[in-house]
DNA sequence: TATGAATGAGTATTCATTCAT
DNA sequence: GATGAATGAATACTCATTCAT
C-alpha cells in the first residue's frame, strides 16, 4: 500500500465525526423506530431472540448446516417449541432476511442524511454495507448473499421486493460520480462492489489491526471512483 | 453505460486475437497435458465424469443440498457406487476443488503468456477468471468461493497450497499496475476483485445480449486500473 | 452324574430356602432402590423398555446381527426415535452393560448377605451369576462377556470401572476358601469359574429337566471347592 | 498362588518332554498328512492363504466386523476374487471351523498317545486346547466359539459332526478319572473346562511371563482332578 | 484366476416437524 | 408458551456379491 498516506490523510480531512458510522444514540433509536412500527421484532422479545440466534448460526455454520437444534439450544429453549413463533425453518431464514434488510436500509438513509458531499455519501452506504456485513450493526447481514438459494422463489419474492428500495439508494447514489470514474453504469458498478464487499466477510478481520475498516471503506470506494475524479 | 464505447474501442485494438481467451485447440491440449499427467482426471472416465457431474450439481444446488444419490442419477450409476472412486462426499468436493484449481492456473498461464503489455496480461487474469466462473472453461470454479466451509481444516489446507500459486500470478500482476490505480495494494486488489467477479455468478448471463463477457471484463479492469491511466 | 445324590443332600441340608437365589418381594425391592437411585432406568420409563428390548436382541442376535430397526420394532417405535434416548447404537450397548453390571452387583451383595458359612456364599455368588447369565433375574448379563469387544476402548473403562467392585466380592469370597480346593489363586480362580459360567449360556436349558440350575451351581462350585475339603 | 510350588513339582516329574506339546517336527508331519488328504487345505495354497487370513481377522474383530475387503487386503488380492475360492463369506467361516476342527482333533491325538498316565493324557488334552485357543499350533481356534451363532443351521450340523469325535476324546478321558474328583459327570466336567478354557483367550497372554501356558493347563486341570486324588 | 467397476439392499444416524400434556 | 417424546422420510455410507474383461 505504497500510496496509503495521503488516502488516509484524505479521510481524516472529509468525514470528520465517523465517515458513515452512526453515534450509537442514534443507532439505538432507530431501532427502536423500526421495533415500533412493526418492521423488525424486538430483539428482547422471544421472536426477537429467536431471530436474533438463528441469524448468528446460519452466519457462521450455514442454513443448511444449522440444525433447529442447534438454534433451540442457543435461545435456550427446546426444539419444538421453536415452531409456536415461525412456521417453518425457512420463515425463520426469510424473516432474517427481511428483518435484516429493513434494518440495513433505514441506517443507509440515515447515515447518507449526514453527509452533503456525493463521495462522502457513498462512502457512507460502502460503510454501513461493510458494518452490516462484519455484523457490528446488521447481524445476519452476510445471509442474504450466502443462503439466498435456500429459499422459495416466493420467499425471495418477498425479500427482494424490500431490498428494492436498498438498492435503489444505492443506484441514486453511484449516479451522482462525476464521468471517468471507471465502471460508469451504476447498476453494473452496484454489482461489482457488492461482490467485492460481500467477500470481505471471508477475509477481513474488522477487530484485526493494520487495515481498519475505515481504510477498508475508502479502497473499496476507490474501485468506483478512483482519487483522480475528486 | 454512457462511456462504452470509447472502452470497447480500447479493447479491439489492444486485444485483436480474443483477450484472455485460448483458442479451442491450446484449450484441448492443455486438458489433455494435465490428464496425462495425473493433474486432472480423464473427463471421460469414471472418476472424471463423477467429478464432472458433482462439480455441476454442487454449483447449481450448493454442496449440503446435493445428495449422493443426484450425483449418481446425474453420472447414470447407483448411489453407493460412488464410493468406489472417491472416499467421501466431502473428498469428491475437494478433488473438485483442486481440478478446478489445477486447470485454471493452467489456463491463466497459458492465456498471459500470449499478452505482454501489462494491462492487457491483468485484462486476460480478469478474463480468466471470469470464464471459469461462468462454467465456459472450468467448471465448478464458484464452488471454490461458495462451499469453502464445507470443507473441513485439513482439505482447505490441501487445497489453499494448490491454489496458491493461482494467485501470486495475480498479485504479480496486479503488482505490474501504475501508481494512482485506486488500490494500490495488489493483495487488497486481487481480494476485492475476486468478490467482485465471483458474485457476478449470481447475476450475469454470459448467453445474455447486451453485456458481453469481454465488456464485462473490461469494466472489472476498470475498478483496479482505470482508464485514466493508460 | 453318578456322585449327585450326596451333592443334593448337602445342598438341602444347608441352603434351606433357595441357597443364594433372592426372595421375589427381595428382588423387587432391590430393583426398586438401584431405580430411584438412578442407577438403573425404570423398566417401564421410554428409556428402559428401549434398554431392555436391546439387551434381549444383543443376547440373542449379537449386537453386530441386531439393526436398530429391529429393536425399535420390539419396543414399538420407529428407528430414529431410539436416538431421542441414546446417542449411539453403541452406547445402548454400554448402558445396558452398565445397568446389568449394577443390578447384578446389587443382587449378590444381597445374596451373600443372607449366607454366614464361606462355602455358602460362594454358593451364592455362583448361582447369582447362574441366574443373571441365563436371563432369570438380569436380563443381558452374558452381553457382558460376548460382546465385549463391540465397546470402544473409553467404553469399556467406563464399564470396567463399574464392574470392578463386582469382581472384587468374588475375590474376596474366593479368598475364604481353605488350603487344597485345587486353582488356589482367586484371581485365576475367578477367570477360571466366570469362563464355564458364561459357557452354560449356550448350552445349559434352565427350564429342562434333569441338570437344574441349583445341581449346576453345585457342581460348578466342585471345580474350585471339592466335596473332599468341607 | 500359594501353592504353586508343589504344582510345578509335579508337572515337572511327569511330563519331562513337554506335557501335551507336540515336537516341531511332529506338528509339520501332521500338517503335510492332513493337507495329502485333503482334510485340511496347504496353508501355502491361494485357498490356504485365504483360510488363514480370515481366520486371523475373524478371531480379532469378529466375523460380523470383518469385512470381505479387509480379507483380501490381507491376502493380497482383490475382494471379488474371494469367491473364485469360496461361495460365501460364510461358507469361509465354515471351512475356517472345519479345518480348524480336524486340526485340533489330530494335534489332540498325538499327543495323548505319548502319554499313557489317565493324568497326563487329560493334562496333555487342556495344553492342546490352550495351544489352540491362543493360536500356537491351530489358528483361528476360539472362532469355534465366539462365532458359532453367524454359522446357519446347516453348517452348524456340518461343524457338530466334524467336532463329535473331538468331543468323544476327551469324555474319554474325562471318564478314566478316579471318583471324588468333583465334577464327576464327564459330559458336565468337559463343558465347564471348554467355557474356562476358550475364555482364557480374552485374559491370558501367552507371551507373558509369570503364569505360563503349562502352569495355566496344570490349574486348569485341578478344576476337574484336584491334586489330593492322584 | 484375477481384476475392477458396478450393484442393490442394507446400515446407523439426522432432523424438521407434530402434538398431547 | 413450553415440553419432550415420537415421527418418518431422508441422508451418507457399507458391503457381500456379480460379472464382463
Known sequence: MNNSKQQQKGRVVRGMV?????????EARLVRELVSSGSISDPSSPRGRLIGAAARLFQDKGFALTTVRDIAAEVGILSGSIFHHVKNKEELL??????????AKARMTA????????????LACITCELEAIHGLAVPGFPILVTEWRCLSAENQAKV?????????????????????????????????????????HSWFKPRGRGLTMKMLAEQALLTVWPNSHH
Open 94 to 103: 426469510c424473516a432474517i432476511m427481511l428483518e435484516v434488510t429493513r434494518l
Open 160 to 200: 427482494l421486493a424490500e431490498r428494492e428500495q436498498y438498492e435503489s439508494i444505492w443506484l441514486q447514489e453511484l449516479g451522482q460520480r462525476p464521468p471517468d470514474c471507471g465502471v460508469a453504469d451504476p447498476q453494473l458498478a452496484r454489482r461489482l462492489l457488492l461482490g467485492a464487499l460481500s467477500h470481505t
Open 18 to 26: 465517523g465517515v458513515g458510522q452512526l453515534k450509537s444514540a442514534d
Open 111 to 122: 447515515a447518507i442524511e449526514q453527509q452533503t458531499h456525493p463521495r462522502d455519501r457513498l
